[in-house]
């Protein structure tokens, strides 16, 4: 059974930081493709970006130049560098193999303006 356990997420001001974890077991990580996704109280996740087991990589527009994806196959963790920070990247971030889940917990992510 897959399962993802994320971690990372805080309360920062806009413009700051944050590196998300995902932890995935139950499933063969490297030739497994990850994403991250967000959502906020009464809307559907959101694609954030996506990171594939040969490495290609994708973002959304409205993250694209700030967020970085990456993964360590030795931890079975991939990761979401958040950088310049803004309100509008308010949400619980999980992460998922897609939009179908399973989900996990996720990370709640506030950024203050």
């Known amino acids: 059974q897959v399962q993802f356990v994320e971690s990372g997420g805080g309360l920062v001001q806009a413009g700051g930081s944050l590196r998300l974890s995902c932890v995935a077991s139950?499933?063969?990580?490297?030739?497994?493709?990850i994403g991250w996704y967000r959502q906020v109280p009464g809307q559907q996740r959101v694609f954030v970006a996506y990171?594939?087991?040969?490495?290609?990589?994708h973002y959304a527009d409205s993250v694209n130049g700030r967020f970085t994806i990456s993964r360590d196959t030795s931890k079975n963790t991939v990761y979401l560098q958040m950088d310049s920070l803004k309100p509008d990247d308010t949400g619980v971030y999980y992460c998922?193999?897609?939009?179908?889940?399973?989900w996990g917990q996720g990370t709640q992510v506030t950024i203050s303006s």
């Open positions: 998922a193999m897609s939009l179908k889940g399973p």
């Open positions: 990171i594939y087991s040969n490495g290609a990589i």
């Open positions: 139950g499933t063969t990580f490297t030739s497994t493709d």
